[in-house]
């Protein structure tokens, strides 16, 4: 315990780097409580837990030192773990840790047992690095992260990453871009898009692409031809139900992503059209399961893979004190045309 007796004297005074005790006493708690909650221990009142943190993100919290050993462990955290789009991230992320003799930890945001979030696991567990997919962090969380020293990198962030942690990500608006030009390329001027959450930053950026492309063709963009969706197999075949039933349908569809674009081949086979002879697809990813449609979908690739090896790299680069020569990856995206597109019918 440090000679302060007042606590307000103490938070004006006390350097930015305070030790457990100071926390404590701030907090008005003991100091085996607030190591409880800095190591990610669940055996803490959630009321207790929120004071606490409270004061670690007014003030800051850093180790004097590194602690003794973290664990040989890189974890990867899904908002959702489910489907191809995560498959191709493991296998990158999996690559890179076996290369440098560490193993992988999945965890999900959703479903943790009450008391316990994914920020007190990663705690517990210690790993040499932190990798969050397809997600964000709440103003609470990254001030946690921050104050632990955890190293983190974002994965395909849903917002901007600003400057908070390092990132990873595709060049998502030349990816629009590029759908949207190959089509009009095509011939098609009716061309709809089916879009994820607006809130979604990859998913605003392929939708300003898809705008460009029109905008550079001279062709005006009919706001019936746009639909937000939740990157979902449903919004194919929801939106395209809907789509294929205007009078003037659209003769093209730019999907967001590769599971759209498979609800998409539903929606037209219900509706008696012919891919690419009546309708022609494009999607976005670049899935496996592109290759065993029929007819193969033409899409945008993302390189998922890479991404998440890059994301890896950063992590484990940081967790070992070194200095990063990027702070924000971009890796490009590149059109593969299959037979889901043909030129536009008469």
Known sequence: MTGTTDPSLAAETTAPEMTVAQIAELAGVSVPTVSRVINGRSDVAPR??????????RHGFRRLKKPAGRSALVELVFHELAGAYAMEIIKGVERVADQNGLAVVLSEMRGHTPGRGWIEGVLARRPIGVIAVFSGLTPQQSDQIRSRDIPFVLL???GDPGHAFPSVGAANWS???SATRHLLELGHRRIATITGPHRMLSSRARLDGYRAAMDAAGTPVAPDLIYEGTFQTEDGLVHGRTL???VDRPTA?????DLQALG???????AGLRIPEDLSVVGFDDLPVTNWVTPPLTTIRQPLTEMAASAANLAIALGRGETPKHH???LATELVVRGSTAPAPR
């Open 244 to 246: 294929l039933e205007l």
């Open 328 to 330: 924000r990856l971009e």
């Open 253 to 257: 569809v730019f999907t967001h992503n």
């Open 264 to 270: 998409l081949y539903r929606a037209a086979a219900e």
């Open 48 to 57: 207790t837990r929120a004071k606490v943190e409270e004061v670690i993100s």
């Open 175 to 177: 990816g629009g871009f």
């Open 156 to 158: 395909d962030p849903t």
